[in-house]
Structures are given as C-alpha cells and as structure tokens.
C-alpha cells in the first residue's frame, strides 16, 4: 500500500459543477497537506496549504483535512474549463528527518466541459 | 519576480548517452530540490539541496546520475548513461528553508525520451 493515495480519475464534469478531490493516506506523521494544480507540459503549482483538521478556503477552491480519517479533501466551485488540470495532493511531516519531503499523489486529472 | 527557470524544456537522446538538466531557482531561495515524474505519477525527490551542500541525496541512483549546485544558486542534474527507464519529466524546485511552511515553487520541468 501507498503511503497515499489518490484516485488518477480521470474525471469529466460539466462547466459550473462542483469538484470533489480526495486523497487518503496511511502515514499518521503527515500533518502538512497541500494541494497543486499541474497544467499539461507545466510545473505544478500550489493552490492550498494547510495543517489543521477542518476546513480552509481560498475563492473557489476549499481544502479539507481530516486527520482522524487520514483523508483529505479539495472542493472546487463553480468549476471553470480553465480549471482543467492535473490535482496533486502532497504532504509532509511535521517536524524532524525528513520533514521538508513531500509525498505526492499520482494526481487526478480533471477536465471542466464548457 | 521570476519564477524556476529550467533548460532545456524537452530532450530525446538515444540510450546509453549522457544528458544533462540546468535549474535556476527563484533568487534568494536557498533550497533547491530536483525531482522526477513518471508519466501519471506524482513527483518523487531525487536531491535537496541546501545552499552548495546536498543535505539528501538517498533517492538520487548514484552509478548513473549526479548533481551539483556551485556557489549555491544554479544547479545542474547529470545522467549518464541514460536508460530506457529514465524517460519522465525532471522538475526542479526551490523554497526558503526560514519557516516549517517551506512552500516549494516548481519549474516547467525538462521532459525527457530516451530512444
């Protein structure tokens, strides 16, 4: 079993839908959990960063974390064609060897249907 | 501000030929990691570096690849000889090590083919 582990998908929705990402992991160290968006031939980039249980927005986009589930969550709203990318999540250890290293999901890759 | 800036973008070699990746991270970052991604698969560290010093080189399959980050900006990341398997995207990244946060900020990668 993976340390996480991340539906690859891929997942098709219709423009205007609400997004549902999740990721789940079996490590009970990791307590930094991100969220990265990664257009095709680019980079990922980071969209959301948290480190508590509950809930954290940012726009259209809300981060979820639940810790004693070992299950993480990423809501898009009012989903956009723009929207469509590959979603990593990642995350990492508090503190201590290692805790810079990020283990990342296999991605979900998400098209938005105008 | 600039973001990680890496060459070349895209580069097809037949096996067993050296190949060689340039990073430069955002200015002022110290930390520098490289990584690589497997074609549907998330990234996975290879090197971190801090400053000029390699703090985690574990990942890094050291009979074939080698890095090094003089003067503790620019970095380059060697393959040689390449393998069939080695074909993926090599993503550098950069952070400031200052905060627990440590966000890192990735470059476009270089896409690799070994033929």
């Known amino acids: 079993q993976k340390e996480v582990e991340q539906d690859p998908g891929p997942l098709s929705v219709p423009e205007g839908a609400i997004v549902s990402l999740n990721c789940t992991y079996s490590?009970?160290?990791?307590?930094?959990f991100m969220w990265y968006r990664q257009y095709s031939r680019k980079g990922p980039e980071l969209l959301m960063y948290?480190?508590?249980?509950g809930n954290k927005e940012d726009g259209r986009f809300t981060a979820q974390v639940d810790k004693s589930s070992k299950y993480i969550s990423l809501f898009i709203r009012d989903s956009q064609p723009s929207d469509s990318a590959t979603y990593l999540c990642?995350?990492?250890?508090?503190?201590?060897?290692?805790?810079?290293?990020?283990?990342f999901g296999k991605g979900t890759k998400l098209s938005v249907i105008p | 501000e600039a973001g990680v800036v890496q060459s070349p973008r895209y580069k097809i070699i037949e096996k067993k030929q050296p190949v060689a990746f340039w990073c430069n991270p955002i200015?002022?970052?110290?930390?520098l990691y490289w990584y690589r991604q497997n074609l549907g698969q998330g990234p996975e560290l290879l090197i971190r570096?801090?400053?000029?010093?390699?703090?985690?080189d574990s990942q890094l399959p050291k009979d074939r690849f080698s890095a090094e980050r003089l003067k503790g900006v620019d970095s380059t990341l060697k393959i040689q000889p390449a393998e069939l398997g080695d074909s993926a995207v090599y993503l550098c990244?950069?952070?400031?090590?200052?905060?627990?946060?440590?966000?890192?900020?990735f470059g476009p990668g270089t896409r690799l083919l070994v033929l």
């Open positions: 570096y801090e400053n000029e010093e390699a703090v985690d």
């Open positions: 490590n009970s160290a990791f307590q930094y």
């Open positions: 990244a950069s952070s400031l090590i200052w905060n627990i946060e440590e966000t890192q900020y």
């Open positions: 990642a995350m990492k250890p508090y503190s201590g060897a290692g805790s810079y290293q990020l283990t």
């Open positions: 200015s002022g970052h110290n930390t």
């Open positions: 948290t480190y508590s249980s």
